[in-house]
């Protein structure tokens, strides 16, 4: 073996067990009691080795919002986090990636800048159905959608008609369809403070879309996937879709999962994102979810922005989070106060994500499979400073807050990433 990684604690698909981990040629070769390699690594007493994590919904920005975040920043914060492949949302760069021609502006500017590996979304816009085949076979991971306005006026959502004529066009193609589920006749204006933001985008404007969502996957056959899923009134449109063999998937994000809303105050526009942060109990049903297999993956929706459009109040703030570098820890402090494991954890941040896009050599510690690992302390705590994140605006609701779990080392096909950038430009089908 070129190396071995040798560690009292490995997650493997069938669990954790102590073992040899041998890699060649980039590659898990093996994953034995023991092996002999040109170099071994032992993990120290505390270290658990898991598998790289796959975050499949992150807003890298550029080209054209560069100073927002770029493929430099981005890709460093995910390696500090755990997170060796990323695939990149298709608007509020620009242009946005609905054409072929702006895929490859992105690619271009992503190629000598990436530290992890990175893949690609294309978008579904109004007016784009006749470039939806050019995406499909330039390699995007699936199209993104919104059934609500985006943020940002260049990437329009559609209409359920408008979705309706994309899916017949893409679901013959097996090709993967991610939305952006609320209901714009469920949301109104909102007013300055939290509660007038959440009271504006209501349970019933998630729950809505997401059987609108379900009743198309019914009708057109396509895949379909509820992207970061906040309220548990939601969850039963998921859990019937999928008792019905429907092929309807689900995710949900780290704050989530984390933030309550009795919690954020009225001036705390850093916990912005839509949809909204919701209340204590409706984060606990996202945990039951989780933990009955109906959500399927957790995904930081990475969204970050300059500080300027933080400011403010909740009116008028971008919505959006950056906790690309902090979603391992902040799902782990959670996760293991509910009794689960890291095994979990890591079928829901890598192993799901991966098999999600089809990246069947991501997100796992078996035979074949990249040599992207994690050396993560899950018993060491530490106090998030945002002048220690790599992203490139820190700004972050996670600031002063205490979490479990340490990102010690991460290795990319058996190398440790270190200021190189090294990642590849991944296409659908790589494996």
Request: hydrophobic residues 40%.
């Amino acid at each position: 073996m070129d190396l071995v990684l040798r560690a009292a604690r490995v997650i493997t698909p069938d669990g954790e067990r102590r073992a040899d981990v041998g890699v060649e040629g980039g590659r898990i070769a093996a994953v034995a009691d023991r092996l002999d390699g040109a170099r071994v690594v032992e993990l120290a007493a505390d270290e658990v080795l898991l598998p790289g994590l796959v975050d499949t919904h992150v807003h890298v920005n550029e080209p054209g919002r560069g100073e927002w975040e770029g493929f430099a920043t981005a890709t460093r914060a995910a390696a500090a986090g755990g997170v060796t492949t990323i695939v990149d949302m298709p608007l509020n760069s620009l242009p946005p990636t609905t054409s072929v021609a702006a895929l490859e502006a992105k690619r271009e500017v992503a190629r000598e800048r990436a530290h992890v590996d990175v893949g690609f979304w294309g978008g579904i816009v109004p007016d784009n159905l006749d470039d939806l085949d050019g995406l499909h076979d330039a390699g995007v991971f699936g199209f993104k959608c919104f059934l609500a306005h985006s943020g940002v006026d260049e990437f329009p959502h559609v209409t359920g008609d408008e979705l309706r004529r994309a899916l017949h066009r893409l679901g013959p193609r097996g090709a993967l369809t991610v939305v952006h589920a609320e209901d714009p006749r469920e949301i109104t204006e909102p007013g300055p403070g939290y509660r007038a933001f959440l009271d504006s985008r209501p349970h019933a404007a998630e729950s809505g879309a997401i059987a609108t969502v379900v009743g198309l996957a019914e009708e057109t056959g396509a895949r379909l996937h509820v992207l970061h899923l906040s309220s548990g009134h939601g969850v039963a449109h998921v859990r019937d879709a999928k008792a019905r063999g429907l092929a309807v998937t689900a995710e949900t994000c780290p704050h989530y999962l984390t933030f309550v809303a009795e919690e954020i105050g009225d001036a705390a526009t850093e916990f912005k994102c839509c949809p909204p942060i919701r209340d204590a109990a409706n984060r606990e049903s996202l945990w039951r979810a989780l933990g009955e297999d109906v959500v399927d993956l957790v995904v930081t929706d990475h969204s970050p922005c300059t500080p300027d459009l933080k400011a403010g109040d909740f009116a008028t703030a971008w919505g959006g989070i950056a906790s690309l570098q902090l979603g391992l820890p902040a799902v782990w402090t959670q996760a293991r106060r509910r009794g689960h494991t890291l095994h979990d954890v890591v079928r829901w941040m890598a192993g799901n994500p991966a098999d999600l896009v089809g990246l069947t050599t991501k997100g796992r510690i078996a035979p074949g499979a990249d040599a992207d690992f994690v050396v993560f302390a899950p018993d060491e705590a530490f106090v998030v400073d945002r002048d220690a994140l790599h992203h490139r605006n820190p700004v972050t609701p996670y600031h002063g807050r205490p979490l479990a779990g340490v990102v010690r080392r991460t290795w990319l096909r058996g190398q440790p990433i270190d200021d190189r950038p090294r990642g590849r430009l991944l296409t659908r089908g790589d494996a």
